[in-house]
């Protein structure tokens, strides 16, 4: 099984593993855990935030900035496809009583213009906007990569209106290996932002939720709250610090399956694509000819040994990652053009 289903689906390697297993440890919740406390210092300098905070999973990085940056009552603005709106158990409206407003989009990127609009005049009756979430890059929207110009603006709308920022992360790597601009250049200015190991980076748990004092120090409350405090985490921050050593440069390999899978399907006439080519790691596509519903060529493409993802009815997710070799990529999409060959000569039941 070739798996593109997403870049979860890594396995530690076994340089990964090793790193581990020599990995110095402590107690992580008294701040006494050695890996852990330069895995954050590390993450931190590589956004250009003060401290960073290590975390079980990126849900957790977007409820605490949730948590610290609204109240109950105020309302979070994303985009439609956002991972915080749809993927994570409507963790900000369950938990924090913080309502999601989602806003159109361009493959995930929000005008400054429709920002500016959806922003809530205060007011008796209208919840408060508190809180702008953008993905950096964007994922199920198609892993597109913000124009480093238009982030910067959607920000200043928010500030410029007293809203607080927040950078999802998540694959900010990927944005930066692709475009060549720094990782901090992008995340200058956010009020919080992270990046997830389990993603690109190919570790088994974690991710580093970053920002300055008063913001971190929040952010402890809400992990200690929600049970995400830790003990000898050492062992998991040693894979993601392995993991910014070896798996942040090759990520390039990852685009140029994803570009490499893209063409192939082009050529063949059968798909149509969102955006255009992809940019990163995420090849986001449908059926050129729609009466079949994308879970059922999903289905089709798994039987003939290619695991894909429908993200709904019409759009399907393909994602390179480290578990993924360029010849895999190849044989995948061929395998692709052939199921949505196959496909198009049958009737839908
Ligand atoms: C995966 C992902 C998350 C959630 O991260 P987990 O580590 O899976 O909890 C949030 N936002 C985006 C854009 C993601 O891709």
């Not at 407003?101 to 408060?128: D, F, K, N, Q, Y």
Request: net charge negative; proline share 4%.
């Amino acid at each position: 099984m070739i798996d593109l289903y997403s870049d979860t689906q890594t396995r530690p390697t076994p340089g990964m593993r090793a790193a581990m297993a020599a990995a110095p440890v402590g107690d992580e919740q008294s701040d006494d855990d050695p890996s852990t406390n330069r895995l954050c210092e590390r993450v931190a300098a590589l956004v250009g935030h003060k401290r960073g905070l290590f975390l079980p999973s990126g849900t957790m990085c977007n409820l605490i900035a949730v948590l610290v940056h609204a109240n109950p009552g105020d309302e979070l603005i994303c985009e439609d496809e956002a991972h915080i709106c749809g993927t994570e158990g409507a963790g900000a409206a369950a938990v924090g009583g913080v309502a999601v407003r989602t806003v159109a989009s361009r493959h995930g990127v929000i005008e400054p213009e429709v920002l500016r609009t959806a922003i809530r005049p205060a007011s008796r009756t209208a919840p408060r906007s508190a809180l702008l979430c953008v993905e950096q890059t964007t994922n199920f929207a198609g892993g597109a990569i913000w124009p480093l110009s238009t982030l910067d603006a959607v920000r200043d709308v928010a500030h410029g209106a007293g809203l607080r920022s927040h950078l999802d992360g998540a694959r900010l790597l990927n944005a930066s290996v692709a475009s060549g601009i720094d990782a901090a250049r992008y995340a200058k200015g956010w009020d919080s932002v992270w990046l997830d190991l389990t993603k690109g980076l190919g570790c088994p748990v974690g991710a580093v939720l970053c920002g300055e004092d008063d913001f971190i120090e929040a952010a402890w409350r809400c992990k200690v709250r929600l049970g995400g405090a830790l003990r000898q985490s050492g062992v998991l921050a040693a894979a993601g610090l392995y993991a910014l050593d070896n798996h942040v440069e090759r990520l390039a390999e990852d685009h140029q399956n994803a570009r490499l899978i893209w063409a192939r399907l082009r050529d063949s006439g059968l798909f149509a694509f969102d955006p255009e080519a992809p940019h990163t790691n995420i090849l986001r596509f449908r059926l050129a000819e729609t009466s079949h519903p994308a879970s059922e060529f999903a289905r089709r493409c798994r039987l003939a040994g290619v695991r894909i993802r429908a993200i709904d009815q019409r759009w399907l997710r393909v994602t390179t990652h480290l578990d993924v070799s360029q010849q895999s990529a190849a044989l995948a999409a061929d395998i692709l053009v052939q199921a949505a060959a196959a496909l198009s000569q049958s009737l839908p039941e």
